[in-house]
């Protein structure tokens, strides 16, 4: 009896080993659907960004949209949206684990990402700036900023200047007026006393009695002529136009120092925070990040200024405005696996777009003045 088992047993194991090898050499003969086909349409991933990307009643357009749409209309693919949050890192790392095929939206291209994906042809030049609340800028801090932009060579010449004058004054009208103390400390700051009066009082308080010193207050106010038009000429208008539109409240990296700077978590834009040696402070998309500046939780949103400044107006967030300063530029590109079938057929229709004006109009169509940073 266990000698037939066994027989049996032996015969079922046969069949199943040669059904298994027969299932996979037929498996191996059967090409795989390729890419776009219907049977294995493209898996986009899509960065909800506007005005790259723009999402609103279920409806999605924008930049990057159409030029994916464009090109997949080309190659007659198939293909499936998928809009994602604005992470971009988490999107990144499911592009590595081939959950997408392609992520499209406006995604910069850095060192550390392109070990690990590959980027596609740029098809638009970043300028990364920081969003800010006015109301965190007074006045004075405007014409503070406004005094660092004058060469600080000018305005050492300008103190040594004082105090030469002064102690020219001191020096020759001493013996000839009682009124000019004989010690030099009381001396020199009655000498500046009058040095100053003689130009806001019109020379009224104090008239020198020494040919030298009125030679030296007549030389000086030729220098200050000069130097007043100087000002007038290179920084009336600039002066005028940043202490009356509420100032910017950045120069330099300096003023960056020790501030909290929002970023949307997963963006590459925390290198510049940290770079500045500001505290980064993350938020799950842009809309909280520039809540949080509304409110003054943050000094400012480091962010693409095209992005920035739409997200502003489209939201009315009348305190808010985008800075001048410019961290650095950047390219955005589209992001594929390492081993992507489609990105170079993809970069090829890119160029023959742009020859062919197609890409020109699409970027006019969404970026307005800015169309001129598109890469095409």
Known sequence: MSKAYRFIQGIIVCIILLTCGYTTAFSETVPKAPLGSPEHPIQVGVINKPPFVIYQNNLLTGLVVDIFRAVAEKQHWNYNFVVLDQDIEAAINDVVAK??????????????????????????????????????????????NVLKTIPFAILMAILIGILIISNVIWIVERSKNPEIPESYLKGFFFSLWVFITH??????????????????????????????????????????AKIISANDPVRSVHDLAGKKLAYIKGEAYVKFINRVLAIPVA????????????????FGVVEDSLILSRAINEWNMENLDVSGFKFSNNEFAFIYPKDSSIRNVIDQDLVEMRYSGEMNELCKLYLADKYVNCEF
Do not use: C, Q
Not at 113 to 121: A, E, V
Not at 216 to 223: K, T
Not at 283 to 298: I, N
């Open 99 to 144: 959950r997408y095929d392609i992520l499209i939206g406006p995604t910069i291209v850095t060192n550390e990402r392109i070990k690990r994906i590959n980027y596609g042809r740029p098809f638009f030049l970043s300028e990364i700036k920081l969003g800010f609340n006015t109301h965190s800028a007074s006045l004075t801090d405007a014409f503070y």
């Open 199 to 240: 130009f806001l009082g019109g020379g009224l308080f104090y008239t020198p009695k020494s040919v030298a010193a009125r030679a030296a207050l007549m030389l000086w106010f030729i220098v200050v002529i000069i130097f007043t038009l100087i000002i007038s000429s290179t920084y009336t208008a600039y002066l005028t």
């Open 283 to 298: 938020k799950p998309d842009l809309k909280s990040a520039l809540d949080a500046l509304k409110k003054e939780e943050v």
